[in-house]
């Protein structure tokens, strides 16, 4: 035997419909009318008739694509936040990068006046130094939103030493950089 449709159970059973409700699981379901039915034991002709004749399906249709829109944008803002973490970590990185060059740059120049007669660095270290410096460049520059101007970012690992050598030395500024920020808390 079912239950007379109030009022109140209309609109309860109309809202369930239509914005659906959340299960046990906390999963968002849109029932049916023939599941809404069963689950409050209304005469499902009458329902029927309630739900044609103040067209609830027009109405869930609507929500759902107002929720889309809404989980759309939602999504967006967070995908345009992650890009600009990301874009802050890059720059960050082609500082650091610059920065470590910069220093192996400067303390050769400074051996090199004590010591006239010797070379502080080699040409390949130097030409590792410069490629080192081109792609922080070109991160840095990506990151910046100016990439109509880098063909393609690459870095030299085809020889692995200079690679564990620029890792190292990552590793040394981000230790650096460690130390600082412990030491500037203090």
Known sequence: MSKPLTDEIK???KDEFIHGFVDENGVRKFPSVDNLVSRHGVARAT???AATKEDWQKQKNQYQSELQ????RE???RMLDDGRRLDDNSIQIAHAMLATVGKKLQKAIS????????E???ASELRELSYVAGNAQK???LALGQAQEI???SADVSNPEAFNRIMEQLDEVAEQRASQDVGSVH
């Open 11 to 13: 609109i309860k059973i």
């Open 47 to 49: 329902l029927y008739r």
């Open 69 to 72: 829109v809404a989980q759309d």
């Open 75 to 77: 999504r967006m803002d």
């Open 111 to 118: 051996f090199e006046r004590d010591n006239p007669s010797s």
């Open 120 to 122: 502080a660095i080699s």
């Open 139 to 141: 991160i840095g520059k």
């Open 151 to 153: 063909a393609k970012v």
